[in-house]
């Protein structure tokens, strides 16, 4: 069973960091498109980052640039978002999702792109 697991979420003030993961179990992600997204009470989910298939390129929202990194460890099947600077605003269910194999490179950042999508995990932002 093809399986997305988030984990890191929580509690943090502004400025303040966390480093979320992305566990993929039953499949590999070697070759797979992923992306981060949220979605806040009363919104629509939204796109964080995505990284390729297969040379680690990436896209950020422009409200994230320069704040959030998404990385990838294929040894561990992970994925992770680490967020630095953290607003209020930036509070929302989070969730990670892939798509793929895919052998050529693909950069997906956008929900109807993808197909496998965890659970989520809250991320809240407050002093």
């Known amino acids: 069973q093809l399986q997305l697991v988030e984990s890191g979420g929580g509690l943090v003030q502004p400025g303040g960091s966390l480093r979320l993961s992305c566990a993929a179990s039953g499949f590999t992600l070697d070759y797979y498109a992923i992306g981060w997204f949220r979605q806040a009470p009363g919104k629509e989910r939204e796109g964080v980052s995505c990284?390729?298939?297969?040379?680690?390129?990436?896209d950020y929202a422009d409200s994230v640039k320069g704040r959030f990194t998404i990385s990838r460890d294929n040894a561990k099947n992970t994925v992770y978002l680490q967020m630095n600077s953290l607003k209020p605003e930036d509070t929302a269910v989070y969730y990670c999702?892939?798509?793929?194999?895919?052998?050529?490179?693909?950069?997906?950042?956008?929900?109807?792109?993808?197909?496998?999508w965890g659970q989520g995990t809250q991320v809240t932002v407050s002093s």
């Open positions: 990284i390729s298939s297969t040379d680690g390129s990436t």
């Open positions: 999702a892939a798509v793929g194999p895919y052998s050529d490179y693909v950069l997906f950042c956008f929900p109807e792109d993808y197909n496998y």
